[in-house]
């Protein structure tokens, strides 16, 4: 079978973030006695109070798990899933240094940018390393919760673990480093918002789009709407432009009309002309 190129790309992410991921385990998070949740989370606990290596307790926890969502929902587990799972436990049982600070502050901080940089690489790869997201849609099957609400209780209660297996301050800087980690990886994912997009409903459609195409040099998408109150028949303009031509684009409008309704919402991605290529599928 040939691989091209972006295959190799995305495998040597995977690679490279399960290592990252295992930096922040080793180097913060488990010298420290805090983690983000997740099996990792539980790995930390048994290390302390049973002695078993993180990543055996990674291997033994995710493996089933894979197994087990191959026989409840069928299909093939995603070979990237099964490489990253792997991949994270080996590189939690290779890498060995020093801890890198023992400031508990400093570990949940600087621990869950790692963790949340290596995790978003991982997802941006198209891959996963298991964990407990397969025993959330377990419940979201069989309770009356959503998975992101599964996922969040089985986060909570590992957290919980961890005030009652060290202090409760531990649980509190867990918590904190939950929070980093998810922001890490949502901005490794999505990326800062570098662009703005206006919504624009004005009584002169035609001028603002031509003067948005004509001195902005952005194309302007035009909407149909009805007003609720009025019933009036109204185009409304939709348009992305760069952060630096949010100013521009504003004076123009109430150029044209003092009175049109905006809104500017802030955009992590854009994909088409004037701005990103799609990545091509495989």
Known sequence: MRISRRQVVEYAQIIVGTAITAAGINGFYAPNHIADGGVSGIGIILEFLL??????????????????????WGGRVGVRTVVGTLMLSAWVGLLHFRPFSHDVLLAAIYGG?????????????????????V???????????????????????????????FDPAKAMY????LFISARA??????????????????????TVSERILTEIGRGVTRLG??????????????????????????????????????????????????????????
């Open 51 to 72: 002695h078993i290596p993180i990543w055996l307790t990674l291997a033994v926890i995710n493996l089933p798990l894979l197994w087990l969502s191959h026989r409840l």
């Open 113 to 133: 940018i790692l963790s949340g940089v290596g995790l978003g690489l991982v997802f941006r790869a198209r891959g996963t390393t298991g964990g407990t997201d």
């Open 135 to 165: 025993v959330a849609r377990f419940a979201s099957h069989v309770l009356p919760v959503s998975m992101g609400q599964a996922m969040m209780a089985i986060d909570f209660f590992v957290i919980a673990g961890f005030g009652v297996t």
């Open 174 to 177: 867990s918590l904190i480093a």
């Open 185 to 206: 990886i949502d901005l490794v994912q999505e990326g800062t918002p570098f662009a703005r997009a206006f919504t624009i409903v004005t009584v002169h459609p035609d």
């Open 225 to 282: 709407g009805q007003g609720a109150y009025t019933g009036e028949t109204r185009s409304i303009l939709y348009v992305v432009v760069l952060r630096s031509e949010v100013t521009r684009v504003k004076s123009l409008i109430y150029e044209v009309d003092p009175k049109a309704f905006l809104s500017v919402s802030a955009v992590h991605e854009v994909v088409g002309e004037g701005f990103g290529k799609p990545p091509l599928e495989e």
